[in-house]
């Protein structure tokens, strides 16, 4: 099972809710850049290369149960 750190989660819910990559940046309060290396590394957990991947990823998995990781 994929688990996800909550800042990853974070983003994969913006992402999911439709949010551009800038405005997810600020809703997290992230740098772009720190945003853009949550995204790669969700998508490396993944093995996802772009958003629809991980929407699909998503939905794929609600059933199976999408975790937080536990700190």
Avoid: Y
């Avoid at 809703?27 to 998508?43: G, K, S």
């Amino acid at each position: 099972m994929t688990t996800f750190t909550d800042q990853e989660f974070d983003v994969i819910f913006a992402v999911c809710s439709g949010l551009p990559h800038k405005k997810i940046a600020e809703q997290l309060a992230l740098d772009e850049n720190v945003a853009w290396e949550v995204m790669r590394r969700i998508f490396d957990k993944i093995g996802a290369s772009s958003r629809l991947e991980l929407i699909e990823f998503v939905r794929g998995t609600l059933n199976g149960g999408l975790q937080r990781r536990k700190s």
